[in-house]
């Protein structure tokens, strides 16, 4: 599986950004896809996923700000983050995971996407 991100960039508080990350390869056997971000001196956290019967799942510090969704016909994923804050300053990353057997779990990420929101 391959993922390849867009929709970065130097915004201003209050904007919005939308983040898209584009699968290729064995589509087919991921089970769930998600952003994570990694703001600088910080771990990596989790975002938002969104797994394959549909479901979603938010991070505390964003939920019912930011959204989720899918092409399925495109193997896309977007996340929508409106009224961008200067703490949403990070480098966003695109994750896959493939379940196999009983609990043979892979991640696969994309290169990242540098978002800056300048206040």
């Known amino acids: 599986v391959q993922l390849v991100e867009s929709g970065g960039g130097l915004v201003q508080a209050g904007w919005s950004l939308e983040l898209s990350c584009a699968a290729s390869?064995?589509?087919?056997?991921?089970?769930?896809m998600g952003w994570y971000r990694q703001a600088p001196g910080t771990e990596r956290e989790l975002v938002a996923r969104?797994?394959?019967?549909?479901?979603?799942h938010y991070a505390d510090s964003v939920k019912g700000r930011v959204t989720i969704s899918r092409d399925n016909a495109k193997n896309t994923v977007f996340l929508h983050i409106p009224s961008l804050k200067p703490e949403d300053t990070a480098v966003y990353y695109c994750?896959?995971?493939?379940?196999?057997?009983?609990?043979?779990?892979?991640?696969?990420w994309g290169q990242g996407t540098q978002v800056t929101v300048s206040s």
């Open positions: 994750n896959a995971v493939v379940v196999s057997g009983d609990s043979d779990i892979a991640n696969y």
């Open positions: 969104i797994y394959s019967s549909g479901g979603t």
């Open positions: 390869g064995n589509t087919g056997s991921i089970d769930a």
